[in-house]
């Protein structure tokens, strides 16, 4: 993640993000690669989301994931996306201990407190930062198990510039002639996809 500028440490960052369906990776990351300026970085993303025992997280827009990327594993909470246009929502991602172990002991925690864990959705990601109208811009290019090809991008700043952010990032997606962004989660694709006639019912959000 990245943000533009200093922000005091009693602001609430916010993730800002657009994500578009890719037909044609390659040739995308061919139009990305003139734009990076850092390194790509290739990782496996495996994550695994829960149900609340008494909030629904489909009503609520949130959702709690536990993440393995290696040996890495992180523990994230997603609040309710706050447009129509955008995926832009507060996010709280927290590390974690390293090693498979901790994973596991954190999904034993987590189910013995009443949540139950509902989809595991697996990304390949390949991953480059540009810097686009003043914005450091986080750029994932995902093949999603089960799921398809999509594109994501992000910006991570205050809650005052969220509308900047996001016009920015939609200039950006339609200079790649990106159009008709998707708003709905990983899971909840992996979800409808699994039952495509039938909309998920689970309490879970992504």
Known sequence: ??????TKASEM?????????????????????????EPEVLKEER???????VRDFSQT???????????????TYKGP??????????????????GED???QWCDLLEKLGFRPVAEVIKQRRKIWTQWEGWRVEISLDQVENVGQYVE???VCD??????????????????QLTHSERRSYLELLLAERSPTHPPTTNVQG
């Open 13 to 37: 960052l916010v993730e800002v993000e657009l994500k578009f369906r890719v037909a044609e990776m390659e040739e995308l990351a061919r139009q990305l690669s003139s734009l990076a300026t």
């Open 1 to 6: 993640m990245g943000n533009q500028g200093t």
């Open 81 to 98: 996306k706050i447009d129509t246009v955008s995926k832009t929502r507060y996010e709280l991602d927290l590390p974690l201990l390293d």
């Open 102 to 104: 901790v994973f596991k």
């Open 47 to 53: 994550d695994l989301y829960f149900a609340h025992p």
């Open 153 to 155: 991008f992000e910006i």
């Open 159 to 176: 809650e005052e510039r969220v509308s900047q952010a996001r016009d920015a990032l939609l200039r950006l997606a339609e200079s790649l």
């Open 61 to 75: 827009d949130e959702a709690l994931r536990l993440r393995r990327s290696g040996m890495h594993n992180y523990i």
